[in-house]
């Protein structure tokens, strides 16, 4: 029960704010007013994060008062709005964690549990709610890996509650990778997350395949393999029994499984069930479910197989048929008896090798073809196509993203009281730096229009102004309706064109009457959301970049319905070329708009991609803003969807201007694929030193050799191979044999990457203005690939080149490197297809596979870098010896001003590992050490070619599933091809600018 008092609060954890005291013990919210101050006189509705908490009345001169918390829930933030006004009680909500200040002094996994100790200033609650969770589990959605309840054991002498918990494991861990597990406790999110392996909770097992004439896996105890487990199956709470795990499994030899740990269910134990029963199966006296369980019977016996999750638009899993595992099974996945996807299952799924089976050749990826939204809480299963045989893990349902859930809310989900608070610190904040938006319209839909122009007007920053330039609309509503808001909102002026200009001519109309420092273009029929003006203007005014952009969503006819998420990474001017790859929300410093012209009217098509490259062109830096400010609405009338071929030959001659200007002998032209294009930079020439290490594993190194060979002239390389001493004789002759044409080069001592090529390229190459460093099982397939590295390395901006490389299988090995991804660092788009079944190239999120663009590091398997900028930033660090001297010294390079490419045009084949596959050669805890604290900052800051909208954990480019951070602008400084910036003076803005008055002009 909610009550006043006036007695002294109980100790326990206190936090003074301002007027008041917080404490909070015994579940109870305790707040006392500070010396001569009161407590507000009234009728108080308590927000517990903007949750219903309970009512309270004040009356005068009440200094203190108390309410509970829900059972084991600690709120991050207390607030009081007066039940009549609706406006908080105080400046600010109150923020428990400042006198809570939970601390997690141990998180581990052994034993089949998850121990977990917290500590947490006073005892807040007497039990706290743990809930450990794996996102986009074995079995599809988010899964409980453990749950319960943690509780307290002691209190310290400075007051700190120890709260304690052992849950058991619901379901056992994978044993070949470890699995990121998020950590919840009473409701808040842990990071980062817990790392979740096999070998650290002590048993592993899985179901390899359950039909209806029986169920056959494994399972191991692996602290004392001698002890056999056994397996309890059960359906709905009934256990029909009980199988021992010890039929020996020389198949798992090769994970490091060498106990018999086998099991059978025969098909007597379950005779009683149906096709599609449910089965459990648990590791006997736990409550640790196998892989794969709980599970749903099928019929064939040959074909086994799982339907692992819904991820975004695909459903995705593995099948074998056992009878012919060379060949591959055809899935097709359904909505009631609808098929909405059909897929080949080729993809590598080397986990499913580890377990076992035949091929990891198996997996597939089931686009959904009917809009994502249509299908959301809707069973999807899926089949093997001509049969009716339903893959276990089914039916699972799409599920809305939850960031884009609480995006679509109304308000976000926020009170009418927190809004106008948030309004008055915005305009705070905004200091008189405003933003002109210039809307072109032209006879546009009346429900369209409406929405459009209400999304400024309720905007929570109101640093606006609108100019609407109507560009002689024939339909009368345009007119009515942009009358109408004029006259009701005065920072919205309307300029009509006597004559139809397009939206090259409208647009620079209005860029002229622009009031305000920065002026922002939106289509008529979009959407801001009701922060944009807020982030733009804040952008402005903390980085004084010339040109700032932001994210953005799809939408289809509807504005509320969200087709796709384009989160961005920071500015980079080859991506640009490449790919327009942002087109809203766009902001200029006013003064560069009007100074270029504004739109080239003489441009019908692709005039906006024109003025980006005018404005970079003028611009000292850039700046991105990370956070979805604009909702283009994406319908058949866009002009983009009807005029694709013009748009792109439209685009590429505006590309080509621009290097005309500013790289004269640089060429562009379209790419294949829709909005892509590719340059040719000029090709200075000069040799390049290939350094290859290698051991042994003479069959890829002469692959390697041989491709280069037969692709680059002699005359345009110098090889060098390391040798470290290789001890095979067929490798020690064929290394005398090359040294006739070649370099071989002697290495000896413990193996260092970094020291190797260091005294490689000291000891090789006084005279190759460019090195290449290769690994030795990377090989080349087309002339030309070599001159083209050499023509993006040669410019004085760039620092390194990368390229995209592939596995035998044609998906993707690397396509740049992400830092702080997976905890370090690591590949981008790992395993994707590099082309289509129809011959056409992938193009990865946002076309990054098949673009040139910046990343903060790129793999040195293959890696290219002017001589002078290699000993300018000193070449490698060794004391990077194994792992991530590649990633250091890309790290470094872009520290000392140049960029970092990527090139997805060039395509290498890279046999990843083949000389060093062991783990134990694969693993370097030192280098791991190093790179966190070396670069402990980028991985706290967060890669800016990465954007934090996306996941960080598990496969990357998803859009994240967990409260993203605040929107941090990521700043680029403008560097053009010939290396220079903009050689021009513009002072930050001044805040002096009035409100402008509305103007209609008829």
């Known amino acids: 029960m909610t009550r006043s008092r006036s007695s002294r609060p109980q100790a326990g954890a206190v936090v003074r704010k301002g007027s008041l005291i917080l404490s909070v013990r015994g579940g109870e919210v305790t707040l006392q007013a500070r010396g001569a101050a009161a407590l507000p006189v009234g009728t108080f509705d308590i927000r517990l994060d903007d949750q219903p908490g309970g009512r309270i009345t004040l009356a005068a001169g009440a200094r203190q008062l108390s309410f509970p918390l829900p059972p084991h829930l600690l709120p991050v933030a207390v607030d009081l709005i007066d039940a009549e006004s609706g406006r908080s009680a105080f400046p600010n909500p109150l923020v428990l964690e400042d006198a809570l200040q939970t601390r997690v002094e141990r998180a581990s996994i052994e034993d089949g549990a998850v121990t977990l100790a917290v500590t947490m200033a006073g005892a807040p609650v007497s039990a706290l709610a743990v809930v450990v969770m794996a996102e986009g589990g074995m079995g599809g959605a988010d899964e409980a890996v453990a749950t319960g309840l943690a509780l307290p054991i002691r209190m310290d002498a400075d007051g700190r509650s120890f709260y304690l918990c052992r849950l058991p494991l619901l379901t056992l861990l994978p044993i070949d990778l470890p699995r990121p597990l998020t950590v919840h406790i009473s409701g808040r999110r842990v990071q980062p997350p817990l790392m979740g392996q096999a070998q650290t909770a002590g048993m592993a097992g899985y179901v390899d395949q359950a039909t209806s004439e029986g169920i056959s896996g494994w399972a191991v105890d692996l602290g004392n393999p001698a002890h056999r487990l056994g397996v309890e199956v059960s359906t709905d709470g009934r256990v029909l029994g009980t199988v021992p795990a010890e039929i020996p499994r020389p198949d798992l030899e090769a994970i490091g499984v060498v106990a018999p740990c086998g099991f059978h269910v025969p098909q007597e134990m379950f005779r009683d069930l149906r096709h599609g029963d449910r089965l459990s199966l648990t590791v006997a006296g736990t409550v640790s479910h196998l892989i794969h369980s709980p599970l749903v019977l099928t019929v064939a016996t040959h074909i086994r197989g799982l339907f692992d999750n819904i991820d975004g638009n695909q459903a995705c899993g593995w099948v074998i048929d056992t009878d012919r595992p060379g060949v591959p099974c055809t899935v097709e996945a359904l909505c009631g008896d609808r098929v909405i996807g059909t897929a080949d299952a080729t993809g590598l799924r080397r986990d499913v090798l580890e377990a076992g089976l035949p091929t990891d050749r198996c997996g597939f990826r089931i686009t959904l073809e009917e809009p994502l939204h249509t299908l959301f809480e809707r069973d999807i299963s899926v089949r093997i196509k001509g049969t009716t045989m339903l893959l276990n893990g089914g039916p699972q349902q799409p599920r809305l993203n939850p960031n884009i859930r609480a995006y679509l809310a109304p308000d976000r989900g926020m009170s009418a009281a927190l809004i106008r608070r948030l309004r008055t610190r915005m305009n705070r904040s905004a200091d008189g730096l405003g933003i002109s938006i210039v809307m072109p319209v032209y006879n546009t839909r009346r429900d369209w229009l409406v929405e459009a122009l209400r999304s400024v007007c309720t905007q929570w920053c109101d640093a606006w102004e609108l100019i609407c330039v109507d560009d002689a609309s024939t339909e009368a509503q345009v007119s009515q309706v942009l009358a109408w808001f004029a006259q009701t909102e005065p920072r919205i002026r309307v300029i009509r ?184 930079w000029p090709d200075p020439g000069g040799r390049v030193l290939i350094v290859i290490p290698t051991k042994d594993g003479i069959d890829v190194l002469r692959q390697c050799i041989e491709a280069i060979e037969a692709t680059t002239p002699a005359d345009e390389y110098r090889l060098v191979v390391i040798d470290h001493q290789s001890t095979d004789p067929k490798s020690k002759r064929y290394l005398a044999r090359i040294g006739k044409r070649h370099s071989v080069m002697p290495f000896a001592g413990a193996f260092n990457y970094a020291l190797m090529n260091n005294r490689a390229v000291r000891m090789q190459g006084a005279d190759e203005p460019f090195v290449l460093f290769m690994n030795n099982d990377i090989e080349a397939i087309d002339p030309g690939w070599l001159p083209r590295m050499r023509s993006l390395a040669a410019r004085a901006d760039v620092g390194v080149v990368g390229t995209a490389l592939m596995y035998a299988d044609r998906r993707i090995q690397h396509g740049g490197v992400i830092v702080g991804i997976n905890g370090l660092a690591d590949h981008a788009l790992r395993f994707e297809t590099v082309w289509e079944s129809d011959g056409s190239r992938t193009l990865g999120y946002n076309a990054s596979l098949t673009s040139v663009r910046d990343f903060s590091a790129v793999t040195a398997a293959c890696m290219m870098m002017r001589r002078a900028v290699f000993d300018e930033v000193g070449g490698f660090d060794e004391g990077f010896a194994v792992g991530f001297n590649d990633t250091d010294l890309c790290l470094r390079v872009g520290r000392a001003g140049y960029k ?59 859009l994240r599933l967990e409260p993203c951070g605040p929107a941090v602008p990521r700043v680029v400084r403008v560097i053009l091809p010939g290396g220079v910036t903009a050689d021009r003076s513009c002072p930050r803005p001044k805040a002096e600018l009035p409100c402008p008055v509305a103007v209609l002009i008829g």
Do not use: C
């Not at 001519?505 to 807020?534: F, K, N, Q, S, W």
């Not at 990474?569 to 087109?583: G, R, W």
């Not at 030192?926 to 598990?954: C, F, I, N, T, V």
């Open 497 to 680: 064109s006597p004559v139809n200009q397009g939206i090259a001519g409208t647009t620079t109309l209005g860029m002229r009457a622009a009031h305000y420092p920065y002026v922002a273009l939106m289509d008529h029929d979009d959407v801001l959301e009701p922060d944009a003006v807020h982030h733009l203007a804040a952008t402005a005014r903390s980085t004084g970049a010339d040109l700032i952009y932001s994210d953005e969503v799809l939408t289809g006819e509807d504005s509320s319905v969200v087709l796709d998420v384009r989160a961005r990474p920071a500015f980079s001017y080859d991506y640009y070329l490449s790919h327009p790859y942002f087109v809203h929300m766009v902001a200029v410093r006013t003064e560069i708009a009007r100074r270029i012209g504004g739109f080239d009217a003489r441009l019908a098509i692709s005039a906006d991609v024109d003025f980006v490259l005018r404005a970079i062109e003028e611009s000292r830096s850039v700046a991105h803003v990370p956070r979805v400010l604009y909702r283009w609405r994406t319908h058949p009338g866009s002009a983009g969807h009807a005029k694709q071929g013009e748009v792109m030959a439209a685009t590429a001659r505006v590309i080509q201007a621009h290097l005309d200007r500013v790289a004269p002998g640089a060429e562009a032209r379209p790419a294949p694929e829709f909005n892509q294009f590719e340059v040719a």
């Open 900 to 958: 970092v490419l990527y090139d997805g045009r060039t395509v290498l084949y890279h046999h990843e590992s083949v000389t060093r596959i062991a783990k134990a050669q694969l693993k370097h805890p030192g280098d791991d050490r190093k790179l966190r604290q070396d670069w402990g900052h980028l991985l706290r800051a967060g890669d800016p070619y990465y954007s934090p909208l996306l996941e960080l954990y598990g496969r990357d480019h998803r």
